[in-house]
């Protein structure tokens, strides 16, 4: 882990490039290729200049069907050359869910992520198709306050393509919340207690192949988000 992955674009305060992480197979991934952050609608002019700068040309954000976020409506791009998508992967008129992590606020910790995994495998999997698909340039994600949607996508982009499991709780834990970490330990449990059982029980290649994502994409996510050999 190396802390030049944090970008400072004015306007946000939780962007950082997925690049530079080393993976099993002794690669690193690609700097430039991915990058997570919190809502790009607060970007200054100068922000989105530096966005583009760094060569993002794709950004998707993640939304929760059935929530409407006002402050945060508005996500076209300020810039020419970008396409925009939109991902719902989650869903509020699922009661079951709001009940167990929404009503509780287990929602905005990653204790809930075994869960949606389970019930959505095919809004996860559109996202990552999305990004094996995209044009040419880096691919931003983002959601709101670029923590849990987003923390969700990036732990399977992570697992995907080989980067640790301390490696991965550690990229997650550089979005800091001590109201967070202060809910986990009512749960007797930690950040990382909760990434590493949610990694356990995820083989990642099964589990995209099985929500429809296909073996050419996969491969394009590989090709797309590591450095070649």
């Known amino acids: 882990m190396t802390l030049n992955r944090l970008l400072t674009w004015d306007g946000c305060n939780n962007i950082r490039d997925l690049g530079g992480l080393k993976t099993s197979d002794g690669r690193k991934t690609r700097w430039g290729a991915v990058v997570r952050s919190d809502h790009p609608a607060k970007l200054t002019a100068n922000g989105w200049s530096a966005l583009y700068a760094h060569g993002i040309r794709t ?4 939304r929760t ?6 402050d945060y409506l508005d ?3 300020r810039l020419a050359n970008i396409t925009a998508i939109d991902a719902a992967i989650e869903d ?3 009661a079951e869910f709001v009940k167990q992590w929404v009503d509780t606020g287990l929602w905005s910790t990653p204790l809930y992520y075994r869960d949606a995994l389970q019930r959505w495998p095919e809004r996860h999997v559109a996202v990552i198709r999305a990004i094996a698909q995209a044009q040419p340039g880096g691919v931003l994600f983002h ?3 670029g923590h849990d949607r987003t923390g969700i996508i ?3 982009l992570l697992a995907l393509v080989g980067v640790s499991p301390d490696d991965i709780v550690a990229d997650y834990a550089l979005s800091i919340d001590p109201e967070r970490e202060e809910m986990l330990a009512r749960e007797h449990t930690t950040t990382r207690e909760t990434i590493l059982a949610t990694l356990a029980s995820l083989d990642v290649d099964n589990y995209l192949l099985a929500g429809g994502l296909s073996q050419i994409d996969l ?3 590989r090709t797309r988000f590591l450095e070649s050999r």
């Open 59 to 62: 950004i998707i954000s993640l």
């Open 65 to 70: 069907h059935g929530l409407v976020e006002e």
């Open 219 to 221: 491969d394009s996510i």
């Open 154 to 156: 990036t732990l399977l």
């Open 92 to 94: 509020f008129t699922d």
């Open 143 to 145: 959601c709101k306050r």
């Open 75 to 77: 996500t076209t791009p």
